[in-house]
């Protein structure tokens, strides 16, 4: 009965759910862990998308706070119930992951190991701003951007922007290290990532509200994560992108078909475009709990309605669109991409171009060669500082 989980007590002896004393209560902020430490609880929360960590006595009264370096994500929280130091690990998408020990004891955190990086992490910030959707609901995003001299906050003025999102699965889009984002933004690039419904940001509530019927809300999410953007003058239609990767590769597509005019180019990858066969291909009859089953009249509707295969319209102008897949990807099919790069192509009346990138020997995305993860980002950059005319970054 705690969607966001909670803390309880049991005697083995006498085991049960009636036998069970509460410790740590729910509460909004969903729980990720908990470990025993030093005669202490730490308990890893989610707060609004960035990680905080409580310090508990075994009675559940909070006695502490673990003090972490900035906006970012906690993990790994390890040790033993002995010992009177935990390690974890701390990232964000400008400090690659660095491990922390914490002296339970003294109440005092200190960097044990960070990573030697070409950058200097402070020239980057990371920043939470909050936007309502369609139907008011209240979505978090983070951004992400190079300082630059004079700005003591998130730079004014339209600025090349990626749009990233997945929203689906209960899966949280959390502060996370990518080389590829530190590429971006010393091209002077903004980054944002909207933490949408279908995730599991604010615990299994929040998962079911993007989920199988309600999907739509996701679509809606992510497009009012845009039109914040434009309307608060961080960035403009024309230099505005969107990228995701296979859940997100939908999100992409279906955006992109709903609301051609309000991107300047979209990039999906690995995404699933065809809502209405997509369980007849390996893994997809495992998605149909997540994203509806077409046995069933009111989730066929729903499917129909947003599938960015079907929701293709000849004669539209779409916007600058690379869609990238591999040809051994068993999780996500190819097809799906190859019919939706071939449909949108014979449906585009603009001069736009509709590209289709196929990495050879490749899958899903998961143990991809460094040297191919650098070719893949190397070609996104390229398409997005052609179409955003970008300008190289001082």
Known sequence: DAPTKRIVAMDVNQPGREHLTGIVPARKATLDNAS????????QYMVDVLSEVDVFNLAGKRISQINLPGKGTVAAITGDQSDM???FVYTSYNVPTAVYRYDVAADHTEEVRQPHVKFNPADFAVEQVFYSSKDGTRIPMVLAYKKRAGWTSIPAGPQPTLLYGYGGFSIS??????????????MGGLLAVANMRGGG?????????????????VFDDFIAAAEWLIREGRTSRE???IMGGSNGGLLVGAVEVQRPDL???????????DMLRFHEFTAGQFWRDELGNIAKEDEFNSLLAYSPYHNIKKGTHYPPTLIMTADTDDRVVPMHSFKFAAKMQWAQA???PILLRIEYRAGHGAGTPVKKQIENATDRWAFLMKELRMQTAD
């Open 263 to 273: 991107f300047g180019a979209c990039i999906p990858m690995v995404g699933v475009m």
């Open 239 to 241: 230099k505005l992108a």
């Open 85 to 87: 130091e935990a390690f």
């Open 36 to 43: 025993i430490i030093g005669g202490d609880i730490l308990g």
């Open 350 to 352: 603009g001069d736009a």
């Open 201 to 217: 940001e604010y615990g299994e509530a929040w998962h079911l509200a993007g989920k199988d019927l309600n999907k739509q809300n």
């Open 173 to 186: 889009m959390v502060p996370a290290f990518r080389p590829e984002y530190i590429d971006w933004m010393e």
